[in-house]
């Protein structure tokens, strides 16, 4: 077996073009839960859209991309393989504060934005009702549905996150981790928010992780924006930007850095388990928690 996009899921789906509802036309492979393989079609346009191996694309319908963007896909594509391999020194350090941060999930839907192979995806999927996760790296998400073989309650999506639409006031949740501070504008994650917004219910929540300006990169003077050896954009937020960004759209119940690393602290070598242990404890004291290599927000929709 392998992953399909869960039955559950496909009411959340609509037109990228026009925001109608997407209806199942025709399903080639399925089981009582989930489909394989089938088409789906706009109730207003009649545009198709496919899902295969369980992936539902809905890229080919958002439009080019800017030559910025379809650079960052080529390179998220070629970074895919290591990209958890990498990342998994770090683990200790952002996975347990930002399962904090977002609390309680049962009986939830969540709806995921920029999942990549999915190292929060598998984490969330597990403990929510539902889980409709999208990126527009094809071989993140077939990495990611390796990880979530046979799960009944996922749905990946193929797409520009930045322009992704879904039902109006349908999720519970919405998440991004470490994917605003590769939105490459100002007006681009403003209208990106605004979509968020859209698509949770009046009570809804969005938790979110971004790159942090920490004291490290003031001190050195670092840009605030520029491009990582792979390509791929990057913009550091300082907290008061970040706060001043979400609230057009929603009001912040919490913003604070995470994942700290005090100076010096690579070369005792610490064990990863001990070394997340120390960050969440420097997370709560007001001078160590500048040198938080994140920053975690988590607000809740505006009326």
């Not at 191996?53 to 895919?80: F, H, P, S």
């Not at 839907?109 to 409709?132: D, M, N, S």
């Not at 490290?216 to 520029?226: F, I, L, Y």
Request: with cysteine; proline share 2%; aromatic share 8%.
């Amino acid at each position: 077996m392998s992953l399909g996009f869960s039955k559950k899921l496909i009411d959340s789906l609509v037109c990228q073009q026009d925001g109608a509802p997407l209806v199942v036309l025709e399903i080639q492979q399925e089981n009582e839960f989930v489909i394989f393989s089938a088409k789906l079609k706009c109730q207003q346009c009649d545009k198709i859209y496919n899902i295969q191996q369980g992936i539902l694309n809905c890229l080919l319908e958002q439009g080019k991309m800017k030559q910025l963007m379809q650079d960052e896909v080529e390179a998220r594509d070629k970074e895919a393989e290591q990209y958890d391999q990498r990342l998994s020194v770090r683990y200790h350090k952002e996975i347990p504060s930002t399962m904090k941060t977002i609390g309680n999930l049962s009986g939830r839907k969540v709806l995921e934005y920029g999942c990549g192979t999915g190292r929060l995806t598998t984490v969330i999927a597990p403990e929510c009702r539902a889980v409709l996760a999208t990126d527009f790296s094809l071989i993140s998400l077939q990495i990611l549905a390796k990880k979530l073989d046979n799960y009944k309650n996922v749905g990946l999506v193929l797409s520009n996150a930045v322009q992704f639409k879904a039902k109006s006031k349908y999720f519970d949740l919405a998440t991004s981790f470490q994917f605003l501070e590769h939105v490459p504008s100002k007006e681009q994650r403003l209208t990106w928010l605004g979509l968020v917004k859209k698509t949770l219910k009046s009570s809804g929540e969005f938790v979110s992780t971004v790159y942090h300006y920490d004291w490290r990169k003031q001190k050195d003077n670092q840009n605030r924006e520029g491009k990582h050896g792979s390509g791929i954009f990057f913009h550091y937020f300082t907290q008061e930007e970040l706060a001043n960004e979400v609230t057009g759209y929603f009001q912040v119940q919490d913003l604070h850095p995470i994942d700290i690393t005090l100076p010096l602290e690579a070369k005792l070598k610490l064990p990863a388990k001990i070394a997340g242990q120390l960050s969440r404890v420097f997370e709560k004291i007001s001078i160590a928690n500048k040198f938080g290599h994140l920053l975690i927000v988590k607000a809740i929709k505006n009326k």
